[in-house]
């Protein structure tokens, strides 16, 4: 049986390749997993088959015979850990890989997560303005220390693994914001991601989704 993953049937990303199921289809992809995908409503998310898999009512949910998982970073690293092509053998690099993938969770996507919250949900709000200013410096002084801990290096932890995966995906949602301009280092450090065959392969596959639900 092949694992299967739910994701959005109509993504509000517009096939953009933003929505969380793509970290996981770039996953698969890179691994070479075949995978079953179930697409799910807005509505279809609210219902209780749908919160017994993913109990905020989001995307992605995985499973994979008697492993059920949610959460798109858990998900990548289970993967990956079945995997050795995205987890370094070696203890040091293994370590440096774990360390950046949850830095791209818990470090820094948050201040770009909350960037879009300013964007699409406080457009009524005479503070939008500032709170713009407030969030985009929080979020050039973490990008500023990505920048520098990147260097001259390809990826993270010295081979590309599920850290780049999650990493890059999350500095993506700033494509259009007019930040990543001011960091070649990373723009090219993105540009090389959306090189990889794999990343190529999960983007049409979310992308044909949403022209899918746009043709029926």
């Known amino acids: 049986m092949m ?26 992809e890179e691994v070479g997993q075949p995978y079953d995908v179930r697409l799910v409503t807005s509505q279809q998310m609210k219902n209780p088959a749908h919160l017994a898999r993913q109990p905020f009512g989001q995307i992605p949910a995985y499973e994979d015979g008697d492993v059920a998982m949610f959460e798109s970073g858990a998900i990548v690293l289970h993967i990956a850990e079945h995997h050795p092509v995205l987890l370094p053998r070696d203890s040091v690099q293994r370590a440096r890989a774990l360390s950046w993938l949850f830095a791209a969770l818990s470090t820094v996507e948050p201040p770009i997560l909350e960037r879009e919250t300013v964007r699409f949900f406080e457009t009524d709000k005479p503070w939008q303005a500032e709170r713009f200013d407030m969030v985009d410096a929080r979020i050039r002084a973490r990008l500023d220390q990505l920048a520098a801990a990147l260097g001259d290096a390809d990826w993270f932890a010295g081979a590309f693994s599920a850290a780049d995966i999650v990493m890059v995906h999350a500095i993506r949602r700033l494509d259009g914001a007019g930040i990543l301009e001011g960091y070649p280092r990373l723009g090219a450090y993105i540009a090389r991601a959306e090189t990889q065959p794999a990343y190529q392969r999960a983007f049409a596959a979310q992308y044909q989704v949403f022209q899918d639900a746009h043709l029926s």
Not at 3 to 24: E, H, I, Q, W, Y
């Open 3 to 28: 694992p299967t993953l739910t994701a959005f049937k109509d993504s509000p990303d517009k096939g953009a390749g933003l929505a969380r199921d793509m970290r996981v289809r770039w996953a698969l």
